[in-house]
């Protein structure tokens, strides 16, 4: 089963040394590596999650990895106000993939974005496209692209671009005004 490839993806949204990122959601830090490895040394990445072991084995898996060591991880639960803990207008980008579905407060977790996004910020959304035979989420949980267009755009932000996924996801770039 072919999935997305980050570095890929990453490199279509336009991380760059010494940027300041957060992902929304890191979970097993499939993402969190490599945008560690793109902002480099100069930049910093907050590994937001709200599942304690899961980001306390992140945070053993990360330190086992030479040389990156500009990684900050964060307990928060995103779909609250001020949730990620972060300050506002702290981040050039957010990526939050394979998240929004999970998300009882879709609205707040997007005003989060903003909140945290500088003028001019972008954020990565990245969710399946389907259930694809339960590999994904629940058929009915699946949060397909048009609300997410519509989530985002009620909440200030600018559709930028689509970015080019593997066959089971779609991924929508969004700015903050």
């Known amino acids: ?14 991380v ?16 969190t590596f490599p945008l ?17 072991e899961i980001l306390d084995r992140l945070r053993t898996d990360m330190s086992q990895m030479p040389g990156i060591n500009n990684v900050q991880f964060v307990w928060g ?3 609250n106000d001020h949730g990620s803990t972060l300050a506002d207008k702290s981040l050039d980008r957010v990526v939050i993939i394979n998240t929004l579905f999970q ?16 003028d001019n910020g972008k954020v990565l959304v990245m969710e399946w496209s389907d259930s694809h035979g339960h590999l994904g989420p629940h ?3 699946v949060f397909v692209e048009e609300k ?10 600018v559709h930028d671009n689509d970015i080019v996924t593997g066959p089971h996801h ?6 903050k005004p």
Do not use: W
């Open 36 to 52: 560690a490895r793109t902002v480099g040394a100069s930049g910093k990445v907050y590994a937001i999650e709200i599942q304690r």
């Open 148 to 157: 997410c267009l519509k989530l985002f755009e009620e909440n200030g932000f």
């Open 16 to 31: 760059d040394p010494g940027m300041v990122v957060a992902d929304f959601g890191a979970g097993s830090g499939h993402f």
């Open 103 to 118: 998300l009882e407060n879709k609205p707040m977790a997007a005003k989060e974005i903003f909140r945290v996004l500088k």
């Open 1 to 14: 089963m072919n999935f997305s490839n980050p570095q890929e993806i990453l490199s279509q949204f336009h």
């Open 77 to 79: 639960d995103i779909d």
């Open 139 to 141: 058929p009915e949980a």
């Open 170 to 175: 779609y991924a929508v770039v969004f700015k």
